[in-house]
């Protein structure tokens, strides 16, 4: 392997074009989520149920990442974001109209095939978007993912609040998202490697020690980010009933707590470093569990989204940096050695909290992510000091 050097001038566009497509990305994929509330009123189901369907978005994800090298390979970096935005707002919109579980779940299997085809390529751009600028600018990308995920909170909230169809809501948020990613990658040109890499990626990456020391750190903060996204809502309107708009508004709490601490950390890390940083926000973390958990007030619980969202904020950005800039295996492998595994917690714990849910509360759903902080905490030495 032998460093491959690009002009710097160039990564300046980029990174912002790359900033833009993590935003619609999340906008896309959070519109549905914002509207379980009204989804699981449409299909008549209880929690569990819901759960069952929403399994469908991680194994289409894992599909994906598992079989999807050769399709990366032949469409490029542009190919990929265009065809995966595709398939997973089409993939929504059918769940949208399901109004049983079965076609719910298949419907969220061909959205979770776009997850995965997307979500490896934007992260392997953000990374090496920060080696053309000379500075750190995944945790800033990632802010963008979270500004995505607070317009598609706020949005959901008032499509809610006006009762519009959920396949209208998700029609209208789709149509503008597409529109936009497609004049972003018209002139859009991917970054260059960091390395040459002599052979692809396996479609298969089993996480070594390292990544699974990376895993353990990003544990609790993805299942409570995937927590948040799916229950906040739901949990809102279960424990507090303070009718549509207000219980739509707490995913907008925690996508915007989250975006804000993203998009100022990369300074933060560059003089802190990284293991200071997520050792506090990790104590963050845990009280945003804590306040979720025990709230007496919607606004208490309100405060506790805010918090969870500025905990679990640079987590994962960090872990992606660390495992990307690896120089003992091609970054591709790394990265998606770790999306394969911390993804798959993303997406599949917070359906299976549903049925946790469903027999005894969601409070103690968001419960269950605090014996997970203090095991985050126990490795977060691992990371690199400044």
């Known amino acids: 392997m032998t460093s491959v050097p690009a002009p710097p001038v160039r990564g300046f566009v980029h990174h912002r074009a790359v900033f833009a497509l993590f935003f619609l990305y999340a906008l896309i994929l959070g519109a549905i989520l914002s509207r379980l509330y009204d989804m699981q009123a449409r299909m008549g189901v209880e929690e569990g149920a819901l759960g069952l369907g929403l399994l469908g978005m991680p194994l289409g994800t894992q599909i994906a990442l598992l079989f999807g090298a050769p399709l990366v390979q032949r469409l490029g970096t542009r190919g990929i974001v265009r065809s995966g935005l595709g398939v997973l707002a089409a993939g929504q919109i059918i769940a949208a109209t399901s109004t049983g579980v079965p076609l719910f779940f298949v419907a969220l299997t061909l959205a979770g095939l776009g997850i995965g085809l997307v979500e490896v390529v934007l992260n392997l751009e953000a990374?090496?978007?920060?080696?053309?600028?000379?500075?750190?600018?995944?945790?800033?990308?990632?802010?963008?993912?979270?500004?995505?995920?607070?317009?598609?909170?706020?949005?959901?909230?008032?499509?809610?609040?006006?009762?519009?169809?959920?396949?209208?809501?998700?029609?209208?948020?789709?149509?503008?998202?597409?529109?936009?990613?497609?004049?972003?990658?018209?002139?859009?040109?991917?970054?260059?490697?960091?390395?040459?890499?002599?052979?692809?990626?396996?479609?298969?990456?089993?996480?070594?020690?390292?990544?699974?020391?990376?895993?353990?750190?990003?544990?609790?903060?993805?299942?409570?980010?995937?927590?948040?996204?799916?229950?906040?809502?739901?949990?809102?309107?279960?424990?507090?009933?303070?009718?549509?708009?207000?219980?739509?508004?707490?995913?907008?709490?925690?996508?915007?707590?989250?975006?804000?601490?993203?998009?100022?950390?990369?300074?933060?890390?560059?003089?802190?470093?990284?293991?200071?940083?997520?050792r506090n926000l990790l104590i963050v973390l845990g009280i945003g569990v804590v306040l979720v958990t025990f709230a007496p007030s919607p606004w208490v619980a309100f405060v506790g989204f805010a918090a969870i969202g500025i905990g679990n904020g640079t987590l994962f950005p960090l872990a992606v940096s660390a495992a990307a800039q690896r120089d003992d295996r091609p970054s591709a492998e790394s990265v998606a050695a770790l999306a394969q595994t911390s993804f798959f917690v993303f997406l599949v714990t917070p359906p299976l909290l549903g049925f946790l849910g469903e027999h005894i509360s969601l409070r103690a759903c968001f419960a269950i992510g605090l014996p997970l902080v203090v095991l985050s905490l126990a490795f977060v030495n691992r990371l690199a000091p400044r």
């Open 127 to 278: 990374d090496r978007g920060e080696a053309e600028l000379g500075r750190r600018i995944m945790s800033r990308a990632h802010s963008f993912w979270s500004f995505g995920f607070f317009a598609s909170g706020l949005a959901g909230a008032a499509a809610a609040g006006l009762a519009m169809p959920v396949w209208l809501h998700l029609v209208i948020v789709d149509a503008v998202a597409l529109a936009a990613m497609t004049l972003i990658l018209r002139d859009f040109r991917p970054a260059r490697s960091r390395l040459v890499e002599s052979a692809p990626a396996a479609r298969f990456v089993a996480p070594d020690r390292f990544i699974l020391v990376l895993l353990a750190i990003t544990l609790s903060a993805m299942m409570l980010e995937g927590a948040a996204n799916d229950w906040s809502v739901i949990y809102m309107r279960d424990t507090f009933s303070p009718g549509a708009f207000v219980a739509g508004l707490a995913l907008a709490v925690a996508a915007g707590s989250q975006a804000l601490m993203r998009y100022f950390a990369d300074p933060v890390v560059d003089r802190f470093g990284p293991r200071a940083v997520a």
